[in-house]
Structures are given as structure tokens and as C-alpha cells.
């Protein structure tokens, strides 16, 4: 599985396009630089882009639910509306589309936070509200809790 790291803050231009950052864009398999998708996140007001690997293999996750159960029809509407496929151009530049960077509040200022398989794309002002939300002494508490579901032979590769 491919994994991202890295926070870059990053500026839109007057169109909507975004500059992936030398350090971020490294980390792309070669195979994959020039097209992704970007969509909506699920829990927070930012976007997500994925490399299309990435996206086709949610999408064959997806394939697998019953589209005959409504919660499953409606999940997979819901998840799928706005997602674009984004390419990148001459200038290694991303154009997001205009009602994207509108649900995630993006107008000038961004911030790219990569992690696992993806990149979330986030106004600034909201990344930062986001982290100053957790306190220190929560984080510790929402760790233990997360982190003690793992098995312990797992466990011993992240430490």
C-alpha cells in the first residue's frame, strides 16, 4: 500500500488551481502522476485527492454492496457525487472544480495533509480551527483508544 506523508501549505491561484509541492509530488508512483480524483471527505469540510489506484480500489470495494439495499444505493450516491477526475498540467498544477473548493471553504490559502493512500485539501483557517479542537491530553485518550484495538504483533511495526 502506498503511503503519503507530509503537510505543505500551499496558495490557489485566481482559477482554482493548485501547485502540487515538489515533496508531495515525489512521493507519486510514476505510473499514476498525471491523473487523480478528487472528492468530497466523508467526515470533515476539506477534499480528498486520490491517485486513480487508490480510487479504483474504493470503487471495487464498492461494487461488492447489494445496490438493492437502500442505505448501500444511497451511501454510494452520496459518496460518489462530485467526485472529478483531476489531471495534472503543464505546470504540475491541479484545477479543482469551483463547487468543490466551495464546500471545503478554500479560497486562497490551503493546506495539503497527506497521509495513507490520500491527500486532503483544506482551507487553512479550517485545518488549523480543526487542530486546535484536540487538546493535547485528548489526543493521548483518543490514541490509547484507537491504537489498543490493534493486534499486538502489529503493534510492534509502528513502534
Known sequence: MVSFIGEYDCKLDPK???????????QFDARYRERFIINRSIFQKCLVLYPVD?????MQDLSK???????????IRMFTNGAT?????GAG?????????????AEKDV?????LNKVEIWSKQLFEQGLSQLSDKDFEALAEKVMS???????RKLS
Do not use: C, M
Open 111 to 115: 493546506v495539503l495533509n497527506a497521509h
Open 16 to 26: 482554482g488551481r493548485l501547485s502540487v509541492p515538489s515533496g508531495l509530488y515525489k
Open 65 to 75: 454492496l447489494n445496490r438493492f439495499i437502500k442505505e448501500n444505493d444511497t451511501f
Open 93 to 105: 498544477r491541479i484545477l479543482i472544480p469551483k463547487k468543490l473548493l466551495d464546500y471545503a471553504s
Open 54 to 58: 487508490a480510487w479504483e480500489q474504493i
Open 85 to 89: 477526475q483531476v489531471e495534472l498540467d
Open 149 to 155: 484495538k490493534i493486534d499486538p504483533n502489529e503493534q
